[in-house]
């Protein structure tokens, strides 16, 4: 089984973004949604479906930005 960094989508309230990405980005996100679908199209989570989490998840583990946010709020 393939270990994906990505591993559940939350179903949050969304806030409306509207974002342009290359066709080739646009494939693989597609392409993404059915891996972690267990390789089933149907049904696989949509390229809108991901950006956000994969967004999130990469914030939350970037640990440069995570230094930096804590020395620019004052303590």
């Known amino acids: 089984m393939t270990r994906l960094k990505l591993s559940d989508i939350a179903d949050e309230k969304p806030v409306k973004l509207t ?3 290359p066709a080739r980005l646009h494939s ?8 972690i679908n ?4 149907s049904g696989a989570p949509t390229p809108e479906q ?3 989490p994969m967004l999130a998840r990469f914030i939350a583990t970037d640990r440069s930005f ?6 620019a709020q004052p303590g």
């Open 19 to 21: 974002i342009e990405v």
């Open 66 to 71: 995570a230094k930096a946010r804590r020395t």
């Open 50 to 52: 991901l950006v956000a």
């Open 28 to 35: 693989d996100l597609v392409a993404y949604g059915v891996v």
């Open 38 to 41: 267990g390789g089933n199209a």
